[in-house]
């Protein structure tokens, strides 16, 4: 079942809370059993429930309730005391209010207030903060981003504890600090409010919230429309803007989940305030789709780490409690119960409440993970992020390839970059993001030097690479401006298939990748096959990294390392900081590599030209400082070729058990990898030690109907459709 199908199917049960309280919260199936949700739907459920989660908070909010109210004058960047300490008092208000509004207890409203009226006595004297970002800069925080996150979770608050205080002190609170602050984020920060970004969002999604809170019809309005209501910029042109008619956004995963959190909190308050907007069929329910892809894109409980991301991230994060708990209340679907299992915590919320309620009631069913296409861009025409899963077994292979377009200022040069995963790892890895979130002690928390200088670089990712230089050049305004075009996509049983290309990352070259999970007897588990290629009228150098995760185990050729010294792999466009660590030649165009990961063995065996260099790498050179994981990878390298083609197997196999000493199945399955061909239709052949035989056949034209023959191997191979795969005793009978 598709995303569209599940929401047209699913009930819509419009039980919203009040604007002051945001959703609830969310689990995975691929771990779904850690937390006694079975796969039949029985539940046995053993985490924690939203009582616990209630009981917490109750212990937190009372063990402050007589303390002194601590506001210190902003000074430190993220991570610093005042702005984690301003964090934590925001949290404190928000649960404060939550806690009033779910036990009726009104020693929490008046906690709220008090913190509240604490900020309101000190806010109005603050100037820009001292160590301002070079972003818009706050005056709490040193960005306003953070001072929209603290008025999002103070704005609910308020509006659930504004009935318990007296004239006076709604007066200090509203014109001291939330008009005080509302009005800094939108009139006096135009260049963030009106900008299509998650910034904006963030931004738009506070301000509303404080316009319901305090009853004011104008910020609502601007929220919605833009600071001047025309329409062209606010939150609803951003939901025309930053997802596409799948759901997927603009800037990937990472800051899907971000940005979820204004988007659906402020979206439930305008749907119990303003009801008549239909905030929730906008876009033919572009929010529902962006909470179910936000899930999907995901592995082992953490998300996809393309573009900006650092590799923790998954959804535990509270966005997404937030987000499954508001969708959860809307549809009524049970297989978000299985992700509430997995993140086993929930959030202060009615919807929260049901979630927990309905998760121990046995309840859940599995979470549908799919094999699918994530159109990117406002229309669906800017690429596609590309998922491909073996099965529906949560351990099972994905090939995650990354067609889409620049993502924005938070984009990576990696156009037609993949990751691999399988067994809940990453096996071949994307680095994410080089950042050490909010620690100060690392560069400030910032962005380090190094993602712009190798995290966004084609070469840090499994992206081809020609001349040594970054697709688009490194420049992320032209990045935006071009996107690939993506091929014929396959969803069948034992095949799931996708490919792409584009001409506009380098003037005069065409690149073109094509990947498949295939399932087949042939081999114990389902393998990857990857054709990468480059066409050209000059001659050219070729880069293609595999940046592998685990320990490297055997070569089918004898490796030249550099033992005793290392030098840097160039000096620019990110290969300064990669050490050329060994050197070598493949045997007669195929090149095999074999690693152990978590018990389990992994081969790339590859066919490449017969002039290819393979350059065994690992990140860290010039890195001073030690700011870069020491990641590790290999490269095919041919140097002065018009086109190029390598074609790749992906392959797990056997096990490694340390604890009773057997290994089985340590070397790759694979004797031969062939491929002919041409853009418009190819066959890649894979042989196996056993002597079998698996062909896969491609067309670039998408038509269903259209026949295919091309001879490969000594056969004529026939088709029908982009697609097809032949196997050994298909070969056998002449077909």
């Not at 083609?645 to 058990?657: D, R």
Request: hydrophobic content about 35%; some cysteine; proline content about 4%.
């Amino acid at each position: 079942m598709n995303i569209n199908a599940l929401i047209s199917t699913c009930a819509l049960a419009l039980v919203l809370a009040a604007c002051d309280g945001p959703p609830n919260q969310t689990t995975s199936p691929d771990r779904a059993a850690s937390n006694g949700v079975q796969t039949n739907g029985a539940s046995s459920y053993q985490g924690a429930s939203f009582e616990t989660t209630l009981a917490k908070a109750r212990a937190k909010i009372d063990a402050r309730i007589d303390l002194p109210v601590l506001v210190p004058t902003p000074k430190d960047a993220g991570g610093g005391y005042t702005h984690e300490k301003h964090k934590d008092n925001a949290k404190l208000i928000y649960d404060a209010g939550q806690l009033y509004t779910l036990t009726g207890e009104k020693k929490y409203a008046d906690y709220a207030g008090k913190v509240m009226s604490a900020y309101a006595d000190v806010y109005p004297d603050w100037g820009l903060h001292p160590a301002k970002k070079e972003q818009s800069p706050g005056r709490m925080f040193w960005q306003n981003l953070n001072e929209s996150w603290w008025l999002l979770h103070a704005s609910q608050s308020y509006g659930a504890i504004k009935s318990t205080l007296d004239a006076d002190q709604q007066s200090h609170i509203e014109t001291n600090l939330l008009r005080n602050i509302a009005e800094f984020l939108s009139d006096g920060s135009p260049e963030t409010f009106d900008k299509i970004h998650n910034h904006g969002t963030w931004a738009t999604a506070a301000v509303g919230l404080t316009g319901y809170a305090i009853g004011d019809e104008d910020y609502v309005e601007q929220a919605l429309m833009g600071l001047n209501k025309s329409g062209d910029t606010g939150f609803l042109k951003q939901l025309d803007r930053l997802f596409s008619p799948d759901g997927y956004y603009n800037e990937g995963p990472y800051y899907q989940r971000y940005a979820l959190m204004p988007f659906v909190i402020f979206a439930q308050a305008v749907e119990k305030n303003n009801p008549e907007r239909g905030i929730f069929d906008h876009r033919d329910g572009i929010l529902k789709k962006a909470i179910y892809t936000t899930i999907q894109q995901s592995y082992g409980g953490l998300f996809f780490p393309i573009n900006d991301a650092l590799k923790d991230k998954g959804i535990r994060t509270t966005e997404l409690l937030h987000g499954v708990a508001i969708a959860y209340d809307l549809m009524g679907d049970k297989g978000l119960l299985s992700i509430a299992a997995e993140q086993g915590t929930f959030v202060l919320t009615p919807e929260s409440r049901k979630l927990s309620n309905d998760l121990v009631a046995g309840k859940a069913e599995p979470f549908d993970f799919q094999t699918m296409r994530l159109r990117d861009g406002a229309n669906g025409d800017e690429g596609a992020l590309d998922i491909l899963r073996a099965s529906a077994d949560p351990k099972a292979s994905v090939v995650v390839m990354k067609n889409t377009s620049q993502g924005l200022g938070h984009g990576h040069f990696d156009k037609l970059g993949f990751i691999f995963y399988d067994n809940e790892n990453e096996i071949i890895s994307d680095y994410g993001a080089a950042r050490f979130l909010n620690i100060e002690a690392k560069y400030g928390g910032h962005y380090l030097p190094e993602n712009n200088a190798f995290a966004k670089q084609t070469i840090a990712h499994n992206a081809l690479v020609v001349d040594g230089v970054s697709h688009f050049k490194g420049n992320t305004a032209t990045g935006n401006k071009y996107a690939p075009i993506v091929g014929p996509f396959l969803n069948d049983s034992n095949l799931k298939i996708s490919s792409a290309k584009i001409d506009t990352a380098y003037d005069g070259v065409t690149l073109k990748r094509t990947m498949a999970v295939v399932t087949d007897a042939a081999f114990a588990n389902p393998i990857a096959i990857d054709v990468m290629q480059a066409m050209s009228d000059g001659a050219h150098q070729y880069d293609l990294p595999f940046y592998y995760n685990g320990q490297l185990i055997e070569t089918n050729f004898k490796v030249q390392a550099h033992a005793t010294s290392r030098a840097p792999l160039g000096t620019q466009n990110g290969y300064q900081f990669l050490w050329n660590v060994a050197e070598t030649t493949p045997v007669d165009g195929l090149s095999q590599v074999t690693w152990l990961k978590d018990k389990r063995f992994y081969s790339v065996s590859s066919s490449v030209p017969k002039d290819t260099d393979i350059i065994f790498i690992e990140a860290g050179a010039n890195d001073p400082n030690f700011n870069l994981r020491r990641e590790q990878g290999f490269i095919y390298r041919v140097n002065g070729a018009q086109n190029v083609t390598y074609a790749s197997v992906i392959e797990p196999h056997g096990e490694y058990n340390p604890t009773v000493e057997f290994t089985l199945n340590s070397h790759t399955a694979v004797k031969s990898v062939t491929y002919d061909g041409t853009l418009d239709a190819s066959i890649v052949t894979v042989k196996t030690v056993d002597g079998q035989t698996l062909s896969l056949a491609m067309s670039s034209n998408p038509d269903a109907d259209i026949r295919h023959s091309l001879e490969s191997e000594g056969q004529t191979f026939n088709w029908v459709g982009p697609y097809k795969v032949f196997h050994s005793d298909v070969h056998k009978k002449g077909e």
